[in-house]
Nanobody, 122 residues
Framework: QVQLVESGGGLAQPGGSLRLSCAAS????????MSWARQAPGKGLERVAS????????WYADSVQGRFTISRDNAKNTLWLQMNSLKPEDTALYYCVNHYRAIEYGRRVGSWGQGTQVTVSS
């Protein structure tokens, strides 16, 4: 079955960096667009970044544009999210998703991992 296992979360200071990883299995990773999404405490789901199966058509939420970078390695079935210049408002549970849009009408689409917690605080 589809498995998406996120790692790399943790505590970071404002202005700091973290790199999230997602190990994918159980589906043909190289044919799927992928995304990162997040959910902050008490808030709804937010699509953060997406890219096509070949790594093209990268999309970023306005809130992370210029600070976060999504990338993938199809040979390793791995997706990454490099997060720089972190802000307290980036605090959330971050999910790996095997769908380009990840969220439609407020609901999850595609398969989602269990998430990795990112906390940005001094």
């Amino acid at each position: 079955q589809v498995q998406l296992v996120e790692s790399g979360g943790g505590l970071a200071q404002p202005g700091g960096s973290l790199r999230l990883s997602c190990a994918a299995s159980g589906f043909n990773f190289m044919t799927y667009a992928m995304s990162w999404a997040r959910q902050a405490p008490g808030k709804g789901l937010e699509r953060v970044a997406s890219l096509y199966s070949d790594g093209s058509n990268k999309w970023y939420a306005d809130s992370v544009q210029g600070r976060f970078t999504i990338s993938r390695d199809n040979a390793k079935n791995t997706l990454w999210l490099q997060m720089n210049s972190l802000k307290p408002e980036d605090t959330a549970l971050y999910y790996c998703v095997n769908h380009y849009r990840a969220i439609e009408y407020g609901r999850r689409v595609g398969s989602w991992g269990q998430g990795t917690q990112v906390t940005v605080s001094s």
